[in-house]
């Protein structure tokens, strides 16, 4: 009964994804083929071939509401929904993120009736622990770093920075925050649950990093 229900479930958040994202000026990139499979043979699908599925949706819609901007967003100009009418890309934003948090919902429920700890509810990370490093190590680290896009949301440039023996790091249009080192290249922030790695190449250079949040890894090529 459960590998029917992950099946029919992770199919029918797909659908959803790409039903709703499609409004935003993207086809549906699924094939006529595609759409005349049987929920019998869908049902028979594989993890790996469900899990792919999701992922791919994800990246569409991210595709999809990057082409946005306050402007569109709020301009009277209407998009066409699946009925027929017409839909403001606002609305179209706010049923995706009310549909991400309903079917997130359901699948944690279940996820509890199969004994398991869903990933909202699991325990905090480990303590982190800060280690020192001499300004001419953390130094190496300064720059700008154009951060990639967060699902459903845009880039930002990260301004890396010394100041007063430790390293900074400030989102364009944010509060600074210091990043506490916990080895030479991994540092961690203790307001936030969130750390970053630095990437070197293989001169030793370093050449960007990788924002690691919420079980998401966002990568920032350095820019200068």
């Given at each position: 009964m459960f590998a029917t229900w992950k099946s029919r479930s992770t199919q029918h958040l797909e659908d959803a994804n790409l039903g709703l994202c499609s409004r935003l000026g993207k086809a549906d990139p699924r094939s006529a083929a595609e759409w005349r499979i049987s929920d019998s043979v869908r049902a028979k699908w594989p993890k790996d071939t469900l899990v792919a599925r999701v992922r791919a949706s994800i990246v569409f819609c991210t595709a999809a509401i990057a082409q946005l901007n306050d402007a569109r967003i709020a301009e009277v100009?209407?998009?066409?929904?699946d009925s027929g009418r017409t839909v403001l890309p606002a609305r179209v934003l706010l049923a995706f993120t009310t549909d991400l948090a309903e079917h997130?919902?359901?699948?944690?429920?279940?996820v509890?009736?199969?004994?398991?700890?869903?990933?909202?509810a699991t325990p905090p990370?480990?303590?982190?622990?800060?280690?020192?490093?001499?300004?001419?190590?953390?130094?190496?680290?300064?720059?700008?770093?154009?951060l990639s896009p967060a699902f459903a949301g845009v880039g930002v440039m990260l301004d890396v920075h010394v100041r007063d023996g430790g390293l900074y790091l400030t989102p364009s249009g944010q509060p600074e925050a210091r990043l506490w080192p916990e080895s030479a290249t991994e540092f961690f922030f203790k307001e936030i649950d969130a750390q970053i790695s630095f990437t070197r190449n293989a001169r030793g250079?370093?050449?960007?990093?990788?924002?690691?949040?919420?079980?998401?890894?966002?990568?920032?090529?350095?820019?200068?």
């Amino acid at each position: 009964m459960f590998a029917t229900w992950k099946s029919r479930s992770t199919q029918h958040l797909e659908d959803a994804n790409l039903g709703l994202c499609s409004r935003l000026g993207k086809a549906d990139p699924r094939s006529a083929a595609e759409w005349r499979i049987s929920d019998s043979v869908r049902a028979k699908w594989p993890k790996d071939t469900l899990v792919a599925r999701v992922r791919a949706s994800i990246v569409f819609c991210t595709a999809a509401i990057a082409q946005l901007n306050d402007a569109r967003i709020a301009e009277v100009a209407t998009m066409q929904s699946d009925s027929g009418r017409t839909v403001l890309p606002a609305r179209v934003l706010l049923a995706f993120t009310t549909d991400l948090a309903e079917h997130y919902a359901q699948l944690a429920s279940y996820v509890r009736q199969l004994g398991l700890v869903p990933p909202s509810a699991t325990p905090p990370h480990k303590a982190r622990v800060a280690i020192d490093l001499p300004v001419s190590a953390l130094s190496a680290y300064a720059g700008k770093y154009n951060l990639s896009p967060a699902f459903a949301g845009v880039g930002v440039m990260l301004d890396v920075h010394v100041r007063d023996g430790g390293l900074y790091l400030t989102p364009s249009g944010q509060p600074e925050a210091r990043l506490w080192p916990e080895s030479a290249t991994e540092f961690f922030f203790k307001e936030i649950d969130a750390q970053i790695s630095f990437t070197r190449n293989a001169r030793g250079v370093v050449t960007g990093l990788v924002l690691h949040q919420g079980g998401e890894d966002r990568v920032g090529p350095k820019a200068r």
